[in-house]
């Protein structure tokens, strides 16, 4: 049986890398796809000493010709590529009064249009050969934005509304080809050391806090299974549900808490570089987790229920089965 070939952008460091030691754990091969080259030897290293196949490929996922240059480097090294994972991502900690519009544009390019070119330079090679899979990164902040994080939270709708838009047009062609997302919580990545920010204090993800494994895992399984979405996590469930029943008291809810959430009481230092044009690994391998490995959950109940729903349907029918007969017995 041949070895599965698997891009994954954003692989550096963070939730991409997590993604990327999944994936060669289960055998696969594995292409690293981001700009960060300290970070990708790392991860090269990594799985390579595991027993495992990487090959990485330095790209700038704003550059729609770079991104297409490296989906033929990686099949020219490794096949045919049978799975894609779009994970690349940037952002600013900033109020909306305070961002400039190149920043906007910046993070827009990187974490939507990023994930745009990832999907037509995966769909240029999936199409004619009718099989294939297309994971998107999502985040519960693509159905519920929070304040000082306008830019990632716009990239991450757009990414659901492309992500929509393909999922049609592909049922309507009879494709083989599956396209879902995972919605992710809040993680523990390096990037609140580097993502640039203009907060007082240093930025932290909103708890609770998962480790990096966690969507990994996620990602793997969304890979190999026909699912539209996984929702990783009991707070994406409480965020995405929430929204739906009451966006407006969540809108309150947010103004009043959603400042003091995203941030620790250490104060920030405003002249720290940050990667929004630039990788910041040029000295160190930054690895998957970030600094707040003493407050993460390294597991999910909701996502293991999420992907047993087969078996804890089985369960509950013959919990039903053995009550009924248990009821009529005694009677």
């Known amino acids: 049986m041949a070895m ?26 594995v292409a690293l796809l981001a700009r960060g080259e300290k970070g990708l030897d790392g991860a090269v290293a990594e799985i ?32 045919p590529i049978d799975t894609w994972v779009n994970n690349a991502m940037s952002s600013v900690f ?5 961002m400039k519009a190149e920043e906007y544009k910046r993070a827009t390019e990187v974490t939507y249009l990023g994930t745009v070119y990832g999907t037509l330079a995966a769909l240029k090679r999936m199409l004619p050969r009718d099989r294939g899979a297309i994971v998107q990164v999502g985040s519960a902040l693509s159905y519920r934005s929070i304040p000082l994080q306008s830019a990632y939270c716009a990239a991450k709708h ?14 309507h062609d009879k494709s083989n080809i599956r ?36 969507g990994a895992r996620a990602v793997y399984w969304a890979a190999h299974h026909n699912r539209r979405e996984v929702y990783v996590g009991t707070s994406t469930v409480a965020a995405i549900v929430g929204n739906k029943i009451a966006p407006g008291l969540l809108d309150h809810y947010l ?77």
């Open 94 to 98: 900033s109020p909306v009064k305070e």
């Open 255 to 331: 103004a009043s808490s959603g400042y003091k959430s995203q941030q620790t009481p250490e104060p920030e230092d405003p002249s720290r570089p940050n990667n929004l044009w630039s990788p910041v690994d040029a000295g160190e391998d930054c690895g998957a987790h970030g600094r707040f490995d003493e407050k993460a959950h390294g597991h999910s109940i909701q996502l293991w229920a999420d992907l047993h729903r087969g078996v804890l349907a089985a369960g509950l029918l013959l919990a039903g089965v053995a009550g009924f007969a248990v009821n009529r017995m005694m009677r």
């Open 48 to 79: 390579e000493a595991k027993g495992g196949r990487a090959f990485a490929v330095p790209t700038d996922v704003a550059d729609p010709d770079a991104v297409e240059a490296a989906a033929e480097a990686v099949e020219k090294h490794f096949g």
């Open 4 to 29: 599965e070939t698997v891009v994954v952008t954003g692989s550096s460091a963070g939730l991409g890398r997590a993604i990327a030691h999944e994936f060669a754990k289960h055998g696969a091969q």
């Open 158 to 171: 757009a990414i659901n509304g492309f992500t929509d838009s393909l999922r049609c047009e592909l049922l």
């Open 179 to 214: 396209l879902t997302t995972v919605q992710m919580p809040a993680m523990n990545t390096p990037q609140f050391n580097w993502v640039k920010s203009r907060l007082q204090h240093k930025a932290q993800p909103v708890p609770p806090i998962f480790e990096p494994e966690v």
